[in-house]
């Protein structure tokens, strides 16, 4: 059984740093892409950001220039940077998978149960 587990959220002052960490568990074939997305109360799900095995990235655009994913592809890990915080990036992070289970060569959609991020003014 493949889960995602995150940690690294917490409570950050604007302008601030944090580094959050998605780590995969349980039997793993191949990971295709590894990413965030967040959720703040009464909005939907957006991205945050995505990488590629093979390295191609994706950034929402309210990130970009401040945030930074990387992954370990080696431990199966993901990572995400995120320096300059503002308000307004408070949410719940959500670490994502696209992952082929061992065993099994159809990739499935995972998700982490969120890391709760808040950023004060």
Same mark, same amino acid.
């Given at each position: 059984? &493949?889960?995602? &587990? *995150?940690?690294? +959220? =917490? ?10 960490? #998605?780590?995969?568990? =349980? +039997? ?5 892409? %590894? ?7 009464? @909005? ?8 590629? !095995?093979?390295? @191609? ?7 970009? =220039? ?11 890990? $993901?990572?995400?940077? %995120?320096?300059?915080?503002?308000? *307004?990036?408070?949410? &719940?992070?959500? #670490?994502? !998978? ?13 998700? !982490?149960? !969120?890391?709760? $991020?808040? &950023?004060?003014?």
């Amino acid at each position: 059984q &493949v889960e995602l &587990v *995150e940690s690294g +959220g =917490g409570l950050a002052q604007a302008g601030g740093s944090l580094r959050l960490s #998605c780590a995969t568990s =349980g +039997g793993v074939f191949n990971i295709n892409t %590894m990413g965030w997305y967040r959720q703040a109360p009464g @909005k939907e799900r957006e991205l945050v950001a995505t990488a590629t !095995g093979t390295g @191609k990235t994706r950034y929402g655009d309210s990130v970009k =220039g401040r945030f930074t994913i990387s992954r370990d592809n080696a431990k199966n890990t $993901v990572f995400l940077q %995120m320096n300059n915080l503002k308000p *307004e990036d408070t949410a &719940v992070y959500y #670490c994502y !998978g696209l992952i082929a289970p061992a065993y099994d060569d159809q990739e499935y959609s995972y998700w !982490g149960q !969120g890391t709760q $991020v808040t &950023v004060s003014s």
